[in-house]
C-alpha cells in the first residue's frame, strides 16, 4: 500500500431488527424488489418514523408549485435538524440501486448538508457528503466532500462568480439531483460500490423524495413522448411519475426545474451527441439513433455560472491537449489482458462511455461541460496550443492516486495513467514522537515495538528492523493503546478536533474512526478485553474530561458508542483502566489520585486520601500485575511515581495509600520507606512486571528495582530525560524513550542497550546525500546536523553547532566531506573521514539560503539572504574562495534547497535573483551571467506578478531549466534561451517547496503542504501524476537517491519510499495502443516501418510493470500449413545399418523430419540429419530431397555448451569402498536424523506436489523426503554418486532420481522409486556420462530422460515395465526437455538454436517417434534455447541463454513472439494457465501475465491485446536451478546455486528460506554443549549455526574472501542470566581468529595470533583460554577477555597442526600440576600432550608421541590425516589414526608410556570422534564410508556420504553424531547400543 492510502474510518452495517421492523440487509446484486425503482420514502414509511428519524424542526407541509406534500428540514445550524434513514448507525437501508435520486429545493439564504453513508464490495463504508457550506472540493480514504452551488433561477440576476460560492438565493429552483454512486466511488476512491448504508438530509432545505434505481430517468421525456420515439429500446426512460415535479401545459421542464447528474456523463461537444445538447440524460451515454425531433434546449446562465464555477472550485486549469477530432462513432478499446473483454449491459454502459478517450481539437474554444453536472474533476481548457497538463484535486486527499480523477484499473485500456501504479511504497520512516515522545508499545510477541511519529503509526520488527505503517490520522498522534492480546490498537491525534481510530493491529485495517469531542486527548487506556475504551483531554474550555466508550462491537462491525463522560477540575496525567474490572479506571495528575467507575451509564470518582503527598506531582501510573480478572478486587495495588521521587503503593479496596517510598540519587541511594532528605529523582514513568519494576527519570537514567525498591538492580543512562519506559510482555525487554527522540530497548539476558531509532528533535530544514558511501546529512530546527546510512538509515554522525542554527547542507560528489551553512552566514565544511572540522568560510554574514556542490566536485557555491554569492574551489581537500558576488541572489525570496542548483555537466549555475521575479543562469566555473528570465510577466492573463520558489535543472541532453513558482506552477524553460517550453499548473494547493528530476528525465518529484507528487515529466498520459501522503508537517525537501531506487523527503520526519519505476531501457512506452490510433512521430519525425508478416518477430517486449501493460507491436513469422508437418510419406525407405536398425524418412521436403524406430536387437542405432546450411534456418524453407546419413552412434562432442542448465558433479577425489560391513537388519546403532543442506548444484532436483504435499530435494547422493508441516525428514539411499536431477509423476507416486555412473560402472544410474513406502522398485542404466532432465508423460505411461552435453542421447521408458523402448542420439546437446500436458504423444526438447517437437506413435509393441527442428528466430542470432515448458493450449515457452523468451505454436511449431525477459540466461520456466514463471543466472525470478499471448497466437499481427505483464519480480541468493509450483502459480518452491530453497508467494511477495546449506566444503563441525545447537564452518568463510529441533540456520556469520578452517563451540552450559557464554570461535585462512556471540549475533573479538592459516582450534575446558594451531606448526594460546596471545609453542613447527584437545585431570596427576591436560597433533605423525594451569600461566610437556610410516606412500595421492583424541572412557589414554605401516587405530596409555591396544581399520582415517558416554568410537575414511566401532566390539558402516567424510563430531551427550562430507552436513542418532 502507498503511503498516501487511508483505512476505513467507518464500518460496514448489517440488517438488524430496529424499532419498526427489519431493514433489508445489504446483497451483492440488486435484488427484484429494488427493481426498476424503489421509492425510499414510500418503501420505509418515513411519516411513521418508526424505521426512520428526525431531530429539531422537521415538519411536512404542501408546497403549491409542485401541489404535493414535502418535508421542510430548518435550522440556524445545519446539524441541528435533520432527517435520518435507518433509524440508528448499526442498520443499514441496503439499497444497491446504482443511481440515487434527490428531490429538493435548498432554502433560500440558508445553507445545506447532505450525508450519504455508502458501503463498498470491500466492507469499507466511505461518507458522501454534498453541501452549500463546503468551498473546495476535499477528500480521504473514507469521506468525500463536494461543494454545491445554489443556482438562481432562469432570467434571475446574473450573480459574479466568485459570489456564487455560499447560502442559497432567493430564486433558487426546484432541483433532480442524480448521484452515479458506483462512478463517485470508483472515480475518486478506485473502489466498488456495494449499496447505500443510509441518509442523513441536515437543515435546510426541502425534499420531496428520495429514490434508487439502476436506470437512468429523463425528467423532461413524457411517457408518449417516448413510447412515439421508441426511446425505450435505446435505454431513455420517462421519470416516474410519482417521482416527477410537474409541467404544466405548453411549458418545458428545464424551463422551470434544474437537472444536475454527478459525475457529468462528460465533457464533448453539444452537437457531437443529443445527450450533450438536451439537457436531459441519456442512459447508457449513448444517443439513440433517431431522436425526438425538437430544439436542443439552450444551459440557462445560472446554471452555466454554476457549472463554471465548480470546474474553478475543484479542477485545475489545464491547457489544451493536442490530438485528434474524437469521431462521434467511438471504436471499441480492448480492457487489459488481466480482465477479459465482456459485453457492457445496457443499464451500465454509462460508466463504460465515460471511460473512452475524449480529446478536444485545438478549434480555439472551450469545450463545453455536460448540461447540469457538478464537474469535480472538469478538463477545464484554455486557448493555449501546448500541451495539456491535467492535474488533480487539492491535496487533502488520504490516498495515493492522483486526486479524485483517478480511474480505476479497469479504465487502464482506454485512459492513460502514470504507471507504475503506484509509484511509490513507503518503505521506512526515520522519526519517533512529535505530539509526545512518550507512546511506545510493546506488541504481545515480544519482537515488534508500537509507536508514533508525528501523523503516522509505525509498528517496528526489533530484529529484522522492517516497519509497518497505519496511516490514516491527519495530525500528530497524541496517544496509543493496545488490548491485552495486541490485537486492537487505539490512535488519538492531537488539534482542535481530537479523532480516535481503532486498528486490526494484525492486519492493520481501520475499524473504526470516531470524533471524541474533546479537543485534545492527552492520554488512552484500553481494558484487557478490548471492550472498553478510555480516553482523558480538555475541552474547549480548558477543563479536563474524561471518556468511557463501548468498543465490544468494533470488531464486528458495529459501532463505537460512549458509555459516559465527565468534567473535572482536577489535573490527569495518567489514566488506565484496572485489569479486573472494565468499569473501573485509576488516574493520578497534579496533587491527586482517583479511582473511577462507570455505573448506569454516569462515571463518577472518588479521591484518594493522601495525607501529607498530596502537593506531589504524579505522573504516572502501573498495575502490579497484568490480567487478573479472577482475582478479588481486594488483592489488587497499584503503584504511582511522581516528580519528587516519591513512589506511592495504593490499597485500590481500601482507597488508602498502603506504602510511600522515595527514589534518591547515588549518594543518597539508601532508599528508606521514606526520607525526606534531599531533592528525589523526578520520575516521568514506571513499568512494573510481577518480578521488577522499571523507572524512567528526569535524569536520563533508565533504572530497575525489586517491588520492594530496596536497592537499583542496574541502571543505564541515556543522553535526555526518559519519558517512558515499558517492560515487554515476556519481561525480558524493557523499551525507554527518551526526551531527544530516542527509541530503544534493553536486552536483560545480555544487559545490551539496542537503539531502534533516532531522530531530530525539531522539524528537518534539507538534507544532502552522497553515492559512494551511501550516506545522507541532515540540519534541522534542533541546531543538530546527522549523517545518517542510507542502506541500514542508523545515524553516523551527529554534529551540534555551539553558535548558530543549521539551515543548508550539501555532500561532495566524491569526497567524504560535508558542507554545512548557519543563520550567521557561516559554511562550515568538514570531514566525516576524520570526524573533524576543514574550512570555517566568512563570507555571508547572514542566513544562507542556498549551498551546493557541482556534480563534479570541483566547486562549491553558497548564497545568503542578503544577495551574496559565492564560489568556492574543491580541488583540495580544504576549499577556498575563487569569487564572490554581491546582490545577485533574490533577498525577498526566502530559503529553500532549491534556490541554488548546478546543471548535471557542471557548466550551469541558476538561482533566483536579483529578485524574486528574475532566474538568472550563469557559467559555473566563473559565475559570468548568460541569461536571465522574468518569469513574472509570462503568464499575460493574471492581474498578479508570479514570483520564483525554486529551480532545478533537467537532465543535460534535454537543455531544460524548470522553475517552481509562487502561483502555484512549473515552468519549462529552455536553460540556453530562456524560451518557454510549456507549464505545468496547478501543481499543488500552495506553492512548491520543493522539486527534483530523475536522472533519466523521466519522472519529477513535486512537495507542496504535506503531500508528494510524482509526474511523468514528459506528461504523456491524460492522468500524469500521483499523489503521496504521511507528512503531517510542510515538506521541505524531496529528492531521488544516486542510485535513483529510492525517493526521501523531509519535513516532520525523514520519509523513505521505495522507486517502483523501472528503468528507461526497461520501461513500457507511454502511449496505448488502438486499433483507431494514428501513431505519433519520433523526435526525428519518423515512423517505424511496419514489418512484412514474413520477418521474424519481435525480439525486445518492454518490461511492463505491477499496473496496465502496454501493447506490443509483435509481427508473426511465416505460417506453414494448418495440417499436422508431421504427416507420414507414402514410400519408406529401409536403410541397411548394423544392428538391423532402419530409418524411415518423411516423404515431405523438410529434411528435419525424421522417423526413428527402435532396433530389433540389444544395441542402439543412431540416426540424425544432416546438418542444414544456415540459409535452410527458416522453418518455411525446405531442402529439396531428404537426406539419410548414418553415423557413429555416440556424436564426439565434450565442450560445454554456453548454458548453465548442465550439471557437473562436484570434482571429488574420492572412491567408493571395496569392503563394506553394514549392521544387520534391526541392530543398527546409528539412525540418520537429519540432512542439513540441498545440492545448489543439481539442476531441476527437488520436487513439489502441492496436492499430495510431496515435497523431495538432493542432497549429495541422498534424497530427502521432508514434511514441509513438521519438518521430519525421510532419507532414500540408493544412489552412490552426487544426484543431478529429480522428477516426480502427475500423481506424485513414483519418483525418478538419477545420479552419474559408479565405479566400473559404464552408465549412469537411474532409480525409479514408490513414493508411498519409499522403496527404489527399478534401477535404469542407459546413459554414460550425466542424466540432464528427465519428464513423465501427462498419463504417466512413459518417462523421457535427456543425458547431458557429452552423452547427448535422449531415451523414453515404458513406466509399466521400465524397458526401454526407444533411444537416439542428436548431433547437438540439448539442454531440456518436456512432455506436452495435453497428449502423451508429443514432447519436445531444446538445444542449440533449435526446438525438437517429437510426435510419439505406437503400434503394438512399436513405437516410433517422428521429429521436427524448429529454428530459433535470426533475429536472436547465434542462441542456445535452454528451458522450456508448456503454455494453454498450444503454446510452447522456451527461454535462451541471451534472457529472450518465445513463444511457439505447437501446432504449426513457428515461434511467433519474443521477448526480453531477463539480462542473464533463463534456465527455469514454468507456466500454469495465463502465468509464467522465469528464473535466470541473474539470481532472479519473474512472473509474468500471458493471458494475451494466447489470442495473439489467433489474431496474428491484427491482435490488439498482445499484452506481457511482469507482475512480480524476486532477487534470490542464487542462480535458479529448480522451482514447482501450485496450479495457480500463487506459491512455491525454488532452489538457487547457493544451496537454498526458498518458498516463494507472490500474493504476499514474499521470499523465505526454508532449505538452506553450505554452498561449498564444509571443513569443522561441532555441537552447543545444551546440543540445543549445532555449528558448521566451510570454504566459502561462512560460520552456520543450526538449530537441532527444527534443523533451521539460526544465524550465519559471514566473512569475505577468507576461508573458514576450523572452529569451537565455548564449552560453558548456557545458565539463565548466562547468555553471554554462548560463544563459538572460529579460525580462518588469514591466521585471524574470530569470537562470536550466538545471543548478541555479532563478532565479539577479532583476533590475529598466527601469520598463516589457522588449520585447527579449541576452547580450554574452562573456556577461559582458546588453543590455536596454525598451518606452520605454531601453536598459540590466547585469551578471549583480554585478546592478548598468552604464549606460542613452536615444538610442531613445519609441519600443520591437525588436531587439538583438551580435558581435564586431577591437580598433580602424572606428577605435573595443572588441572587441565590438552594435546596437539601435526601432519607429521607427532602428538604432543600438555599439562596446564591456566591461572598461573603454567604449561609443561608431559609426552610426545611419534608414530613411524613407510618411507613411500603406495597408491596414495595424498597423506591422511594424523588425528589424536582423548579416551573418554579411559582416563590417561589418547587414540591415534594416521598414515602409518597398519590401518589401524591406536590406543596410547599416558600412564603405561605404551601402546596398549590395536583396532584395524579398512582404510586410513579422514576424520575420528570419542562418544564421552559409551565406547563407541566413529571414524570416516576417504571411501565415503563412516564406521562405528565398540571398543572393543563389532564395526557397523554407514553410507550416506557422497565424498570423503572430513569431520565426525559426537554430542557431549553421545547420543548424537554429526558428519560432514564436502557441502553436505548429516546428523544421525544413536538408537541402540
Known amino acids: 500500500m502507498a503511503a498516501g492510502q487511508g483505512t476505513s474510518g467507518h464500518r460496514n452495517g448489517s440488517g438488524v431488527r430496529g424499532a419498526g421492523g427489519t431493514v433489508p440487509p445489504p446483497l451483492v446484486a440488486p435484488a427484484a424488489w429494488q427493481r426498476p425503482y424503489l421509492n425510499i420514502f414510500k418503501h420505509f414509511r418515513v411519516e411513521e418514523w418508526k424505521r426512520s428519524t428526525k431531530e429539531g424542526d422537521v415538519a411536512t407541509f404542501t408546497d403549491a408549485r409542485l401541489k404535493g406534500s414535502v418535508y421542510r428540514i430548518r435550522g440556524s445550524i445545519p446539524g441541528s435538524s435533520y432527517l435520518q434513514l435507518p433509524r440508528t448507525g448499526t442498520q443499514s437501508l441496503g439499497l444497491t440501486g446504482r443511481y440515487l435520486y434527490l428531490l429538493f429545493r435548498p432554502v433560500p439564504h440558508k445553507h445545506f448538508v447532505v450525508h450519504l453513508d455508502v458501503t463498498t464490495e470491500e466492507k469499507q463504508v466511505v461518507r458522501i457528503s454534498f453541501s452549500s457550506l463546503f468551498k473546495e472540493f476535499k477528500s480521504t480514504a473514507t469521506w468525500l466532500q463536494f461543494p454545491f452551488v445554489c443556482g438562481a433561477a432562469e432570467g434571475s440576476a446574473r450573480t459574479p462568480r466568485h459570489e456564487l460560492v455560499g447560502d442559497a438565493p432567493t430564486d433558487v429552483r426546484w432541483t433532480c439531483l442524480v ?578 531509532m533516532r531522530s531530530h528533535e525539531d522539524s528537518i530544514l534539507a538534507f544532502s546525500m552522497e553515492g559512494v558511501w551511501k550516506q545522507m546529512a ?176 533537467a537532465p543535460v541532453p534535454r537543455g531544460e531549466l524548470l522553475v517552481a513558482t509562487s502561483s502555484n506552477k512549473i515552468l519549462v524553460l529552455d536553460a540556453k534561451t530562456g524560451r518557454l517550453v510549456r507549464e505545468v499548473s496547478p501543481v499543488h494547493k500552495l506553492s512548491c517547496s520543493s522539486l527534483a528530476l530523475s536522472k533519466d528525465g523521466r519522472y519529477l518529484l513535486t512537495a507542496g503542504d504535506k503531500v508528494i507528487k510524482v509526474w511523468d515529466y514528459q506528461m504523456h498520459s491524460n492522468i500524469n501524476f500521483q499523489v503521496y501522503i504521511g507528512h503531517s508537517e510542510p515538506v521541505r525537501q524531496v529528492a531521488f537517491t544516486p542510485d535513483q531506487r529510492h525517493v526521501i523527503s523531509v519535513g516532520d520526519a525523514i520519509f523513505l519510499w521505495d522507486f517502483l519505476a523501472l528503468p528507461e531501457e526497461m520501461s513500457p512506452p507511454a502511449a496505448l495502443c488502438s486499433s483507431e490510433s494514428v501513431p505519433l512521430l519520433g523526435p526525428e519525425g519518423s515512423s517505424e516501418k511496419l514489418k512484412d508478416a514474413s520477418e521474424t518477430p519481435r525480439q525486445a517486449v518492454p518490461l511492463p510493470l505491477l499496473s496496465s501493460p502496454p501493447c506490443l507491436d509483435v509481427s508473426s513469422v511465416h505460417q506453414t500449413g494448418r495440417q499436422s508437418i508431421f504427416s507420414k510419406s507414402d514410400k519408406e525407405e529401409e536403410a541397411d545399418l548394423p544392428g538391423s536398425s532402419r530409418m524411415v524418412v518423411n516423404g515431405d521436403k523438410d529434411a528435419s523430419v525424421l522417423v526413428v524406430e527402435p532396433a530389433r536387437n540389444e544395441e542402439l542405432i543412431v540416426v540424425r540429419p544432416k546438418e542444414r546450411q544456415e540459409s535452410s534456418r527458416s522453418p518455411g524453407t525446405l531442402a529439396s530431397e531428404p537426406r539419410k546419413e548414418t553415423t557413429s552412434p555416440k556424436p564426439q562432442c565434450s565442450v560445454r555448451p554456453d548454458s548453465y542448465r548442465h550439471f557437473t558433479p562436484c570434482f571429488k577425489a574420492s572412491l567408493l569402498p571395496k569392503s563394506f560391513l553394514p549392521p544387520p537388519a534391526g541392530s543398527e546403532v546409528l539412525k540418520l536424523k537429519a540432512v542439513i543442506g540441498y545440492n545448489g548444484n543439481g539442476r531441476g532436483n527437488m520436487v513439489w506436489n502441492p496436492d499430495t504435499g510431496f515435497f523431495a530435494y538432493t542432497c549429495g547422493c541422498i534424497i530427502v523426503v521432508e514434511d514441509l508441516h513438521s519438518g521430519s525428514q525421510n532419507h532414500w539411499l540408493r544412489h552412490a554418486e552426487e544426484i543431478s536431477t529429480l522428477t516426480v509423476s502427475h500423481d506424485a507416486q513414483v519418483l525418478a532420481s538419477a545420479s552419474g555412473k559408479r565405479n566400473g560402472d559404464s552408465h549412469c544410474q537411474i532409480c525409479i522409486w514408490n513414493v508411498p513406502d519409499g522403496l527404489c522398485t527399478a534401477s535404469l542404466f542407459h546413459h554414460e556420462t550425466q542424466v540432464q532432465a528427465m519428464a513423465f508423460s501427462q498419463d504417466d505411461r512413459f518417462l523421457v530422460t535427456l543425458g547431458d552435453y557429452s552423452d547427448q542421447t535422449i531415451a523414453l521408458w515404458n513406466t509399466y515395465t521400465y524397458e526401454l523402448m526407444w533411444s537416439t542420439c542428436i548431433s547437438d546437446p540439448v539442454h531440456d526437455v518436456a512432455f506436452s500436458p495435453f497428449s502423451h504423444r508429443e514432447l519436445a526438447c531444446v538445444g542449440k538454436g533449435t526446438v525438437m517437437f517429437w510426435l510419439l506413435e505406437q503400434q503394438g509393441a512399436d513405437v516410433h517417434l517422428k521429429v521436427h527442428r524448429a529454428p530459433a528466430p535470426d533475429v536472436l542470432g547465434p542462441v542456445e534455447l535452454t528451458s522450456l515448458c508448456y503454455g494453454a493450449d498450444t503454446l510452447l515457452y522456451s527461454g535462451t541463454n541471451s534472457g529472450q523468451i518465445c513463444v511457439w505454436d505447437t501446432e504449426t511449431n513457428c515461434c511467433f513472439m519474443t521477448w526480453e525477459a531477463d539480462e542473464g540466461e533463463i534456465g527455469v520456466l514454468v507456466c500454469r494457465h495465463n502465468r509464467l514463471l522465469s528464473g535466470s543466472n541473474a539470481k532472479r525470478i519473474r512472473l509474468w501475465a500471458v493471458a494475451a499471448v494466447q489470442e495473439l497466437r489467433l489474431k496474428g499481427p491484427d491482435a490488439r491485446s498482445n499484452l506481457v505483464l511482469l507482475e512480480h519480480e524476486i532477487t534470490l541468493d542464487g542462480t535458479i536451478v529448480s522451482a514447482a509450483f501450485d496450479d495457480s502459480l500463487e506459491m512455491g518452491i525454488v532452489g538457487t546455486t547457493a544451496g537454498t530453497l526458498w518458498y516463494i508467494n507472490w500474493m504476499e511477495s514474499t521470499s523465505i528460506r526454508l532449505i538452506s546449506g553450505h554452498k561449498n566444503k564444509v571443513t569443522d563441525v561441532c555441537f552447543s554443549p545444551d546440543e540445543m545447537h549445532c555449528a558448521t564452518c566451510g570454504e566459502d568463510g561462512s560460520v552456520r549455526i543450526w538449530s537441532l529441533g527444527s534443523m533451521e540456520l539460526v544465524v550465519q556469520f559471514q566473512v569475505l574472501n577468507q576461508s573458514c578452517q576450523c572452529l569451537a563451540w565455548k564449552p560453558h552450559p548456557v545458565i539463565a542470566w548466562g547468555a553471554e557464554s554462548q560463544h563459538v570461535v572460529a579460525g580462518y585462512s588469514d591466521g585471524t581468529m574470530r569470537v562470536f556471540s550466538i545471543s548478541r549475533t555479532e563478532m565479539e573479538l577479532k583476533m590475529q595470533p598466527h601469520a598463516v592459516a589457522l588449520t585447527a582450534i579449541t576452547y580450554s575446558t574452562d573456556g577461559e583460554m582458546i588453543l590455536s594451531g596454525g598451518k606452520d606448526g605454531l601453536v598459540a594460546i590466547s585469551s578471549p577477555r583480554t585478546g592478548m596471545t598468552i604464549c606460542v609453542l613452536a615444538d610442531h613447527k613445519g609441519s600443520p597442526i591437525t588436531a587439538l584437545q583438551c580435558t581435564t585431570k586431577q591437580y598433580r596427576d602424572f606428577g605435573v600440576e595443572g588441572g587441565e591436560l590438552w594435546l596437539a597433533t601435526s601432519s607429521d605423525r607427532r602428538v604432543s600432550i600438555w599439562a596446564s594451569d591456566w591461572l598461573k600461566d603454567k604449561c609443561e610437556l608431559l609426552d610426545w608421541l611419534s608414530f613411524p610410516a613407510p618411507a613411500s606412500p603406495e597408491g596414495l595421492d595424498t597423506l591422511p590425516p594424523s588425528l589424536a583424541a582423548f579416551c573418554p572412557w579411559e582416563h590417561g589414554t589418547l587414540v591415534y589414526v594416521g598414515f602409518g605401516r597398519q590401518k589401524e587405530a591406536l590406543f596410547y596409555s599416558l600412564h603405561k608410556k605404551q601402546v596398549v591396544m590395536k583396532i584395524p581399520l579398512p582404510y586410513f582415517a579422514t576424520s575420528l570422534s570419542l562418544s564421552p558416554a559409551a565406547r563407541f568410537m566413529a571414524v570416516g575414511f576417504g571411501a565415503r564410508l563412516l564406521r562405528l566401532l565398540r571398543c572393543p566390539g563389532e564395526a557397523q558402516d554407514y553410507a550416506g556420504h557422497d565424498d570423503t567424510v572430513r569431520r565426525c563430531c559426537f554430542a557431549p551427550s553421545g547420543r548424537r553424531l554429526v558428519t560432514a562430507s564436502h557441502s553436505a552436513v548429516l546428523l544421525w542418532e544413536l538408537t541402540g547400543g
Open 179 to 756: 448521484l452515479d454512486l458506483r462512478s463517485i466511488l470508483s472515480l475518486y476512491l478506485n473502489r466498488h460500490y456495494s449499496h447505500l448504508k443510509s441518509i442523513k438530509l441536515c437543515s435546510s432545505l426541502l425534499v420531496k423524495n428520495l429514490c434508487t434505481s439502476d436506470l437512468v430517468f429523463d425528467p423532461g421525456v413524457t411517457f408518449s413522448e417516448a413510447r412515439q420515439a421508441e426511446l425505450a429500446c435505446h435505454g431513455v426512460v420517462p421519470m416516474p411519475r410519482e417521482m416527477a415535479f410537474p409541467v404544466p401545459k405548453g411549458e418545458k421542464w428545464h424551463d422551470l426545474y434544474d437537472y444536475i447528474r454527478f459525475p457529468s456523463e462528460g465533457s464533448s461537444l453539444p452537437k457531437d451527441s443529443i445527450q450533450k445538447s438536451c439537457p436531459g440524460p441519456v442512459a447508457g451515454g449513448q444517443a439513440p439513433e433517431h431522436p425526438i425531433q425538437q430544439q436542443p434546449v439552450a444551459l440557462t446562465s445560472a446554471v452555466r455560472d454554476r457549472l463554471s464555477l465548480i470546474q474553478q472550485i475543484t479542477s485545475p486549469k489545464a491547457m489544451p491537449h493536442r490530438g485528434p477530432v474524437v469521431p462521434k462513432s467511438i471504436p471499441e478499446v480492448h480492457l487489459t489482458a488481466s480482465r477479459p473483454p465482456r459485453a457492457v449491459p445496457a443499464g451500465h454502459q454509462e460508466l463504460e462511455q465515460n471511460q473512452k478517450l475524449h480529446n478536444v481539437g485545438d478549434s480555439g474554444q472551450s469545450p463545453a461541460v455536460s448540461n447540469g453536472g457538478i464537474h469535480v474533476y472538469a478538463h477545464q481548457r484554455s486557448k493555449r496550443a501546448t500541451r495539456a497538463v491535467h492535474s488533480g484535486s487539492e491535496e487533502s486527499t488520504s490516498r495515493k492516486g492522483p486526486g479524485p480523477g483517478v480511474l480505476p484499473s479497469r479504465r487502464a485500456a482506454a485512459c492513460r495513467r502514470l504507471l507504475p501504479d503506484p509509484i511509490l511504497k513507503l518503505r521506512m520512516i526515520i522519526g519517533f514522537g512529535g505530539c509526545s515522545t512518550k507512546w511506545a508499545l510493546w506488541a504481545q510477541n515480544n519482537t515488534a515495538v508500537v509507536y508514533p511519529c508525528h501523523a503516522v503509526i509505525v509498528t517496528l520488527q526489533i530484529h529484522s528492523r522492517k516497519q509497518r505503517f497505519f496511516i490514516g490520522h491527519t495530525d500528530k498522534v497524541s496517544a496509543l493503546a493496545f488490548n491485552g492480546s495486541s490485537t486492537l490498537l487505539a490512535s488519538a491525534q492531537a488539534g482542535p478536533r481530537s479523532v480516535v481510530r481503532l486498528w486490526d493491529f494484525p492486519t492493520g485495517s481501520c475499524l473504526s474512526m470516531f470524533k471524541t469531542h474533546v479537543h485534545s486527548l492527552l492520554s488512552l487506556s484500553f481494558s484487557y478485553s478490548g471492550a472498553v475504551l478510555c480516553g482523558v483531554g480538555k475541552d474547549g474550555h480548558g477543563k479536563t474530561m474524561v471518556v468511557v466508550w463501548n468498543t465490544a462491537q468494533v470488531t464486528g462491525g458495529g459501532e463505537v458508542a460512549v458509555l459516559a463522560k465527565a468534567h473535572t477540575d482536577v489535573d490527569i496525567q495518567a489514566l488506565k483502566i484496572t485489569s479486573f474490572d472494565d468499569t473501573r479506571m485509576v488516574s493520578c495528575g497534579w496533587d491527586n489520585i482517583r479511582l473511577w467507575r462507570v455505573r448506569s451509564g454516569v462515571l463518577r470518582s472518588f479521591a484518594v486520601d493522601l495525607g501529607e503527598y498530596r502537593s506531589l506531582e504524579f505522573t504516572g501510573l502501573a498495575f502490579q500485575e497484568g490480567h487478573a480478572a479472577e482475582q478479588e478486587r481486594e488483592d489488587h495495588t497499584f503503584f504511582v511515581c511522581s516528580k519528587s521521587g516519591h513512589i506511592l503503593e495504593v490499597d485500590y479496596h481500601n482507597v488508602s495509600v498502603r506504602s510511600a517510598r522515595r527514589l534518591l540519587p547515588a549518594p543518597l541511594r539508601d532508599c528508606q520507606r521514606l526520607d525526606k532528605a534531599g531533592a528525589g529523582i523526578a520520575i516521568n514513568s514506571i513499568s512494573i512486571s510481577s518480578h521488577f519494576c522499571a523507572t524512567g527519570s528526569e535524569d536520563g537514567y533508565l533504572r530497575l528495582w525489586p517491588l520492594d525498591f530496596s536497592a537499583v538492580v542496574a541502571e543505564a543512562e541515556q543522553e535526555a530525560p526518559v519519558s517512558c519506559v515499558c517492560i515487554s510482555p515476556d519481561g525480558r525487554r524493557i523499551l525507554c524513550t527518551t526526551a531527544a527522540g530516542y527509541l530503544g530497548y534493553l536486552d536483560l539476558q545480555s544487559w545490551d542497550s539496542n537503539t531502534l
Open 778 to 953: 541532515t540540519v534541522s530546527q534542533d541546531s543538530t546536523i546527522r549523517v545518517w546510512d542510507l542502506v541500514s538509515m542508523q545515524q553516523l554522525y551527529d554534529f551540534t553547532a555551539a553558535e548558530g542554527t543549521p539551515c543548508a547542507v550539501a555532500f561532495h560528489p566524491t569526497q567524504q566531506m560535508l558542507a554545512c551553512g548557519f543563520d550567521n552566514g557561516m559554511v562550515w565544511t568538514f570531514s566525516l573521514a576524520t570526524s573533524s572540522l576543514l574550512v570555517e568560510h566568512k563570507q555571508h554574514r547572514t542566513v544562507i539560503t542556498g549551498l551546493t556542490f557541482s556534480p563534479d566536485g570541483n566547486f562549491m557555491f553558497s548564497s545568503c539572504l542578503q544577495g551574496s554569492l559565492a564560489l568556492y574551489s574543491c580541488m583540495a581537500q580544504k576549499s577556498h574562495v575563487l569569487r564572490v558576488l554581491g546582490n545577485v541572489v533574490a533577498q525577498d525570496a526566502g530559503s529553500s534547497p532549491d534556490m541554488l542548483v548546478v546543471s548535471g555537466d557542471s557548466h550551469l549555475l541558476a538561482f533566483v535573483g536579483p529578485s524574486k521575479y528574475v532566474v538568472t543562469v550563469m557559467e559555473a566555473c566563473s559565475l559570468d551571467e548568460l541569461l536571465r528570465v522574468d518569469i513574472s510577466i509570462l503568464n499575460l492573463n493574471s492581474t498578479a506578478l508570479d514570483s520564483a520558489v525554486g529551480v532545478c535543472f
